[in-house]
């Protein structure tokens, strides 16, 4: 980003209103008005959708001289694409700003625009005339010239207040870093805006017969189990059957067995035996289909939620969004004919982001040596200088776990859970950890003690957190690799959608991307270099190599381990199905036999 001269720079300050088409949440939207007011001029612009759609460009300049002010800037930019308009080149998006500054601190009044009003004292439009507004706005056409009035009434009241809430800011902002976390909304309109294309038929017969699917689902899995009893899991009969198994489940100071998602996921992956118990229960728990946003062209659009974490990552919702269900679930992720998707990730992100901020010399080594673990054991000595992920399977998995379990700020209690060791092993790798990587920890440990004498801590590109007295430490040692990844995401984005990917949505530290059969491995190729250059960016001089997974069609997105799930519903979807229509018809022929027939003489 180039540094600006605010003095002399335009600002222009706009607000949409909006729905999706026809009401239906997941389909595209549909621009209802705009309000625009340019402080230079000192003109408003108020326009009518038909006014709107009827422009091949903004009636304000959107070029470098010109900043364009919004409150949450990915639905403002979704509107610029429905419209056909170029991208700004400056977006200052108050929303994440204010997010940036208040990150860490309880926010009694939230942070939408009327929190932020409130938060430095700024007037405000009462919260049931904005959902009353609101409402207006989705309800849809026709609207009465007062309706109009009123939607435009009230999108120009949120554009005046962008200017006092700007001005209230400005001392706290930190350009150009600002502008840059502005202009990732571009990126999220791009991809709010094309979706994940979904197997729409198979997912609108999982919809329908859903509740027939579970109960059989339910005798179907748990035959090997013998936990539930009329639908329903029972603790004690899961007691018993682990107690067979010889498996030693996590317990709360109670007494009870720890039975929250986190604790199965662990023993699904320690136990495989496990996997197919939790993605029924996975399944049965949070697996609504019906509020998966589904447009009906047949793609799965919804708010990415950018900047909602505490480091910063994207937070949509785990009931709208496909990758936030059960990972069997995701094979409704399906390219159309003809069409390709690929999932590109970077390649143990996280272990190349503390090698590159502490720049250890010995865990960079490890990083560019493309496999991490199997290097921790040889720097350790655990294993030979020539050994292989095939000659030495154990050894690399202990390293392995141990590596994670610094990534994830784990103790040594969970890691000799994860191990299936005693807690002396466990605690006797993490001290190998230390030894081995040294700069790490020293950097490690200075950041966090300068953390908590100044309750304060930055990524390289600004985005700060002051310290919650509830932060656990191990969260806040991590936090430096989690909030530069969210940043490595975003300029990846960023630099994709400059280029011409056409990004579907982000996942954690990966991209989905859509291209033609023919095009695909040209544009994942482009995809990870625009990967490597923001790695570049965000480390400097030390680059993340990344992996590339792709589909084409009629392939699905099945992840590993995911596929034997997903072959069982998609069974007893069939039969269920089958059930079902032929029910169907008995009932039709029923119908359609003459009274007269079903009489005795």
């Known amino acids: 980003m180039k540094d600006l001269n605010l003095d002399r720079c335009k600002f222009t300050f706009v607000d949409f209103e909006f729905r999706p088409q026809e009401g239906i949440e997941g389909n595209l939207l549909e621009v209802i008005c705009m309000v625009a007011y340019d402080l230079h001029t000192g003109k408003y612009h108020k326009l009518w959708k038909d006014e709107l759609y009827g422009m091949s ?26 419209l056909g308009w170029a991208m700004p080149e400056n977006i200052l998006d108050l929303f994440v700003e204010f997010r940036n500054l208040t990150n860490g601190i309880f926010l009694p009044e939230g942070k939408s625009l009327l929190g932020a009003l409130k938060y430095f004292g700024l007037d405000a439009i009462s919260a049931e005339h904005k959902d009353d507004m609101r409402d207006l706005a989705l309800r849809g056409a026709p609207y009465s010239d007062l309706e109009k009035a009123e939607l435009l009434k009230y999108c120009q009241s949120d554009v005046d207040s962008l200017s006092p809430l700007y001005l209230a800011m400005k001392k706290y902002l930190d350009f150009p870093r600002a502008l840059l976390r502005g202009l990732y909304g571009t990126a999220l309109a791009r991809m709010e805006t094309l979706g994940i294309p979904i197997d729409y038929p198979t997912y609108k017969g999982l919809c329908l017969h859903w509740d027939a699917i579970k109960a059989k689902l339910i005798a179907e899995v748990d035959s090997a189990y013998g936990v539930y009893e009329e639908g329903v899991f029972k603790e004690a009969a899961f007691e018993r059957y682990i107690r067979q198994q010889n498996i030693r489940w996590p317990r709360l100071e109670s007494g009870h067995l720890k039975l929250d998602e986190d604790t199965f996921k662990l023993m699904a992956q320690l136990y495989p035996i496990l996997a197919p118990l939790r993605s029924l229960r996975d399944s049965l728990a949070k697996l609504r289909l019906n509020a998966l946003q589904v447009g009906s062209d047949g793609r799965n659009r919804c708010m990415l939620s950018p900047y909602q974490s505490i480091t910063s990552r994207n937070q949509p919702s785990t009931t709208k969004f496909v990758f936030g269900l059960s990972r069997w679930a995701r094979g409704l992720i399906q390219p159309r004919e003809g069409y390709a998707i690929a999932y590109i990730d970077w390649s143990q992100q996280e272990f190349g982001i503390a090698a590159g901020l502490s720049n250890d010399p010995k865990m960079k080594e490890a990083y560019l040596s493309g496999d991490p673990y199997l290097a921790f054991a040889k720097q350790a000595g655990a294993v030979p200088h020539d050994a292989t992920k095939k000659s030495h399977p154990a050894e690399r998995d202990q390293y392995k776990q141990c590596v994670l379990a610094t990534q994830y700020g784990m103790g040594p209690d969970s890691l000799a859970q994860r191990l299936k060791q005693p807690k002396l092993r466990a605690r006797q790798l993490l001290d190998i950890h230390r030894r081995v990587y040294k700069q790490f920890w020293d950097w490690s440990d200075n950041v966090y003690n300068n953390t908590i004498n100044n309750n304060r801590l930055n990524t390289l590109f600004g985005w700060q957190i002051t310290v919650p007295q509830d932060l656990n430490p191990r969260s806040l040692r991590n936090f430096p690799m989690q ?66 997974k792709i589909i084409k069609y009629p392939g699905r997105f099945l992840e590993d381990g995911a596929e034997p799930f997903w072959n069982t519903v998609i069974a007893i979807y069939e039969q269920v199905k089958a059930e079902a229509d032929e029910k169907l018809n008995t009932s039709l022929l029923l119908d359609l036999t003459p009274a007269h027939s079903y009489i005795s003489y």
Do not use: W
């Open 483 to 548: 909030a530069n990844a969210a940043e490595m995401l975003r300029i990846a984005c960023i630099l994709m959608v400059r280029r011409g990917i056409q990004l579907c949505a982000p996942i954690h530290d990966a991209v989905l991307i859509e291209a033609t059969e023919e095009t695909i491995e040209d544009q994942v190729k482009i995809a990870q270099e625009c990967m490597e250059q923001a790695s570049l960016i965000v480390l400097e001089d030390f680059a993340l190599g990344s992996d590339a």
């Open 57 to 82: 460009s903004p009636p304000f300049a959107v070029d470098a001289d010109t900043v364009l002010v919004v409150y949450f800037a990915s639905a403002e930019m979704a509107c610029f694409q429905a």
